[in-house]
């Protein structure tokens, strides 16, 4: 992702509509929605919060859909002052926005793909899937992401619910530290698991998002599948 410093934006002044917790891992907020803002599914955008000495500005990818009336983010809970700040926020509270910036996006220009998610990575491809949902794109999506225990798993209700409205959505989830109850895949994500789980992959596009570490894995894991540069598409997320 690009720094705040190297790019020229639009700055809106944006009001908080709620915050949703996703239990101790993670958070979503929810603002309000410029009419002027328009942005791909995928894209993020600069977050202003506080002014003054007290102001905090860092990128967050939008994990709403285009097709939302709604701006949101999604962050993990990481206790990084910006991560608290930003949890801290109330309906009516006023942040700036800046933005919309990446071309790490997705809006049906292939006839397949796959996303492969790493934690809170799995924002952007939460976004691209209720766009590809909401605009009734017939292009065949398959998910493949990673947590390390169940209660991590972001978004699993909601991508729940996709699933049955969206004849194109294939999700896979494999846990690293499993429970007991756990009757999922396990395990890391490798190149049998990719093999096993989307036959097919020679005719996708790869989208790889997630911690640093786990993209480079992931991207050196499809080159040495034979997967042509050109089909594997990444960004990685910064811890704060």
């Not at 796959?114 to 799995?122: D, P, V």
């Amino acid at each position: 992702m690009e720094s705040c410093d190297s790019v020229s934006f639009m700055e809106y002044p944006v009001r908080v509509m709620e915050v949703v917790s996703h239990g101790n891992f993670a958070f979503s907020v929810r603002f309000e929605r410029p009419s002027a803002f328009s942005y791909l599914p995928g894209q993020y955008l600069f977050i202003t919060t506080g002014t003054g000495s007290a102001a905090l500005t860092k990128h967050l990818t939008i994990s709403s859909s285009p097709s939302n009336a709604y701006l949101e983010v999604t962050k993990g809970s990481t206790g990084h002052p910006f991560a608290e700040a930003l949890r801290a926020l109330k309906a009516g509270d006023e942040v700036v926005i800046r933005g919309p910036f990446g071309d790490f996006t997705f809006h049906g220009e292939y006839a397949k793909v796959a996303f492969i998610a790493g934690g809170i990575g799995i924002t952007p491809f939460w976004s691209m899937i209720r766009y590809a949902t909401g605009m009734r794109l017939d292009t065949d999506i398959r998910l493949l992401c990673s947590a390390k225990i169940e209660p991590e798993i972001l978004f699993r209700e909601e991508m729940a619910e996709l699933s049955l409205v969206n004849p194109h959505l294939g999700i896979i989830t494999t846990l690293t530290e499993p429970g007991p109850g756990w009757t999922g895949r396990t395990g890391r994500i490798n190149a049998d698991m990719i093999v096993q789980e989307i036959p097919d992959w020679r005719e996708r596009v790869f989208f790889v998002s997630g911690p640093p570490v786990m993209v480079n894995a992931m991207t050196a894991v499809l080159r040495e599948m034979g997967l042509p540069e050109d089909r594997i598409r990444s960004e990685s997320f910064p811890g704060y």
